[in-house]
Structures are given as C-alpha cells and as structure tokens.
Antibody, heavy 120, light 107 residues
Framework: QVQLQQWGAGLLKPAETLSLTCAVY????????WSWIRQSPGKGLEWIGE???????NYDPSLRSRVTMSIDTSKNQFSLKLNSVTAADTAVYYC??????????????WGQGTLVTVSS | DIQMTQSPSSLSASVGDRVTITCRAS??????LAWYQQKPGKVPNLLIY???TLQSGVPSRFSGSGSGTDFTLTISSLQPDDVATYYC?????????FGGGTKVEIK
C-alpha cells in the first residue's frame, strides 16, 4: 500500500522560505513523477510542480521564480522550497503521486496535507 | 493556462437523486480529465481518470463522460456518504489546473 507522509514548518513570517518534505512508502519511487499541490480558500486547488527520480522538474509558471523541488532517491523523499512567502501563500500543501510521464498526470495518492500560515 | 470551469458551484439533492456536475475546459483537452472527491477536512480522493475510467474501489454509481472541452460527472443515486466537494482536473498540458469545485449536499 502506497503511503505519503509529509512534514515541515507550519508558521512562517513574510519573506521567509517554506520548506516541506514528503516521504514515500511502499512504492517504486523511481517509476513516477511526484507533485506538490496547494489548496487555499481563495484559489482552490493549485498545482505547484513535479519532479522525478532524474530530477526532471516542471513548475507552474506563476511560481517558477520562487520554487525549488528536490529529490533524495536513497530515502524515497522529495522536497519543496518556496522562497519569499507572503500571506497569499497561506494554504494547505499536499504532496501527491502523479504518473510515469511528465505533465500528463492525475493524482492517485496524496499526503495528509500541511497547513502553512504566513503571518507577521 | 487552461481554465477549468465547473457548474454548479453547489447543489442540494435528495438521497437517491441523479446528480450531474459539469466541467468545461477553455481549450481542447481530449480526454485528459480527472475527477476528485474531497470530504470536509479530508484529502482529495481520485474518483475518475481519463474522463470515464473509475479508480479502483470507487462505487459504480459514479460515472464520467465527455471529450474535448465539455465533461460530466454523474452520481446515479446520491447517497449520504457522497456529501463532499467535487473537483475536475485537466492533465492535457502544463500547468495542470483544477476546477473551482462543486459542493454537494443532501436536501
């Protein structure tokens, strides 16, 4: 059974860097693309980007200048960094499993979600 | 970006009713359309992918149809357990985008 478990800081100040990590259990980690998705009351579900075991990445253009995704295949983990956060980045952040090709992915397994609040 | 527009934004129906939710894409996405169910306080759950393929374990009262720009999620007989918000998602091209959601309640 595939499980995604995520963690990271839940309260940030403006201009700080959001940092989240997602560990994958029970799955062939290298076979898939792994995504980050966020959900805020004002903007609904928003895809942030994806990464695979070869460190190929694809980011939403609106966030690309602030986003970095990385992967550690030895630990079956992938991570998200979003710098220069503002209140608009307040959301529940999810990690999720995509498919085996870049971009054309729906999400069949999700992490439990992490509420990140940006407030001074 | 491809915009995904869902309608209605909310609906209230009786147990046993047939419920239909519509999702319209701003451009042709062929059949690269998925549907998710999100119950209050829970994680989104994949219901349907490739427009009409039911994810394993999803009850057969859920079905999907459409192609191109217009898609539909149907619940053939609404059950109390179906109270949730439903989202469509296109995966034809990046950035992947979601609809705004349809909240389904029991009358």
């Amino acid at each position: 059974q595939v499980q995604l478990q995520q963690w990271g800081a839940g309260l940030l100040k403006p201009a700080e860097t959001l940092s989240l990590t997602c560990a994958v259990y029970g799955e062939t980690f290298s076979a898939y693309y792994w995504s980050w998705i966020r959900q805020s009351p004002g903007k609904g579900l928003e895809w942030i980007g994806e990464i695979n075991h070869s460190e190929s990445t694809n980011y939403d253009p609106s966030l690309r200048s602030r986003v970095t995704m990385s992967i550690d295949t030895s630990k079956n983990q992938f991570s998200l960094k979003l710098n220069s956060v503002t209140a608009a980045d307040t959301a529940v952040y999810y990690c999720a499993r995509g498919g085996k090709t870049m971009v054309q992915n729906y999400f069949d397994y999700w992490g439990q979600g992490t509420l990140v609040t940006v407030s001074s | 970006d491809i915009q995904m527009t869902q309608s209605p934004s909310s609906l209230s129906a009786s147990v046993g009713d047939r419920v239909t939710i519509t999702c319209r894409a701003s451009q042709d996405i062929t059949n690269y359309l998925a549907w998710y169910q999100q119950k209050p306080g829970k994680v989104p759950n994949l219901l349907i992918y490739a427009t009409s393929t039911l994810q394993s374990g999803v009850p057969s009262r859920f079905s999907g149809s459409g192609s191109g720009t217009d898609f539909t999620l149907t619940i053939s007989s609404l059950q109390p357990d179906d109270v949730a918000t439903y989202y469509c998602q296109q995966y034809n091209s990046a950035p992947l985008t979601f609809g705004g959601g349809t909240k389904v309640e029991i009358k």
